[in-house]
Protein backbone atom coordinates (compact mmCIF):
# COMPACT_ATOMS: atom_id res chain seq x y z
CA UNK A 1 0.00 0.00 0.00
CA UNK A 2 1.58 3.48 -0.84
CA UNK A 3 1.39 6.61 1.24
CA UNK A 4 -1.79 8.25 -0.95
CA UNK A 5 -3.77 4.64 -0.28
CA UNK A 6 -2.53 4.70 3.62
CA UNK A 7 -4.01 8.49 3.75
CA UNK A 8 -7.27 7.78 2.14
CA UNK A 9 -7.75 4.68 4.55
CA UNK A 10 -6.44 6.93 7.66
CA UNK A 11 -8.91 9.46 6.62
CA UNK A 12 -11.70 7.38 6.25
CA UNK A 13 -11.64 5.52 9.47
CA UNK A 14 -10.53 8.67 11.68
CA UNK A 15 -13.96 9.54 12.80
CA UNK A 16 -14.48 6.16 14.18
CA UNK A 17 -10.80 6.26 15.95
CA UNK A 18 -11.99 9.59 17.76
CA UNK A 19 -15.08 7.82 18.60
CA UNK A 20 -13.38 4.69 20.19
CA UNK A 21 -15.17 2.48 17.62
CA UNK A 22 -12.01 0.30 16.26
CA UNK A 23 -10.88 -3.00 17.83
CA UNK A 24 -8.01 -5.27 17.40
CA UNK A 25 -5.99 -4.80 14.22
CA UNK A 26 -7.53 -1.74 12.94
CA UNK A 27 -7.08 0.37 16.13
CA UNK A 28 -3.26 -0.94 16.34
CA UNK A 29 -2.82 0.42 12.57
CA UNK A 30 -4.59 3.56 13.13
CA UNK A 31 -2.43 4.12 16.26
CA UNK A 32 0.87 3.99 14.27
CA UNK A 33 -0.20 6.19 11.47
CA UNK A 34 -1.67 8.96 13.95
CA UNK A 35 1.64 10.78 13.78
CA UNK A 36 2.37 10.57 10.36
CA UNK A 37 -2.09 11.72 9.63
CA UNK A 38 -3.54 12.56 12.63
CA UNK A 39 -2.88 16.40 12.19
CA UNK A 40 -3.77 16.80 9.21
CA UNK A 41 -7.19 14.83 9.68
CA UNK A 42 -7.64 17.08 12.47
CA UNK A 43 -7.18 19.87 9.70
CA UNK A 44 -9.53 18.87 7.56
CA UNK A 45 -12.12 17.88 10.04
CA UNK A 46 -12.04 21.57 11.39
CA UNK A 47 -12.35 22.82 7.97
CA UNK A 48 -14.89 20.94 6.02
CA UNK A 49 -17.37 20.67 9.53
CA UNK A 50 -17.96 16.56 9.29
CA UNK A 51 -15.45 15.56 6.52
CA UNK A 52 -14.70 15.23 3.00
CA UNK A 53 -17.16 16.84 1.02
CA UNK A 54 -18.25 14.62 -2.04
CA UNK A 55 -16.67 16.07 -5.29
CA UNK A 56 -19.25 18.44 -7.49
CA UNK A 57 -19.86 15.77 -9.71
CA UNK A 58 -21.83 14.05 -7.09
CA UNK A 59 -23.29 16.60 -5.49
CA UNK A 60 -25.39 17.60 -8.99
CA UNK A 61 -25.94 14.04 -9.78
CA UNK A 62 -27.66 13.79 -6.22
CA UNK A 63 -29.88 17.12 -7.30
CA UNK A 64 -30.67 15.65 -10.55
CA UNK A 65 -32.10 12.40 -8.74
CA UNK A 66 -33.42 14.46 -6.00
CA UNK A 67 -35.72 16.36 -8.96
CA UNK A 68 -37.27 13.26 -10.90
CA UNK A 69 -37.80 12.23 -7.57
CA UNK A 70 -40.14 15.06 -6.92
CA UNK A 71 -41.13 14.97 -9.98
CA UNK A 72 -41.95 11.75 -10.37
CA UNK A 73 -44.14 12.16 -7.21
CA UNK A 74 -45.88 15.22 -8.79
CA UNK A 75 -46.49 13.32 -11.46
CA UNK A 76 -48.40 9.91 -10.03
CA UNK A 77 -50.17 12.52 -7.49
CA UNK A 78 -51.45 14.24 -11.05
CA UNK A 79 -52.89 11.15 -12.42
CA UNK A 80 -54.18 9.41 -8.78
CA UNK A 81 -56.37 12.76 -8.98
CA UNK A 82 -57.29 12.48 -12.69
CA UNK A 83 -58.09 8.87 -12.40
CA UNK A 84 -60.00 9.26 -9.31
CA UNK A 85 -61.81 12.01 -10.83
CA UNK A 86 -62.26 10.06 -14.04
CA UNK A 87 -63.43 7.01 -12.15
CA UNK A 88 -66.50 8.61 -10.02
CA UNK A 89 -67.80 10.73 -13.02
Known sequence: MNNKERKAVFFDLYDLYKEGELEGGT???????????GAEAENRKRQNGHGIKPPPDDIRQIKYMKCLTYGLYGFFIVLSIWMTVWFYF
Open 27 to 37: LQWMKEHEPEF
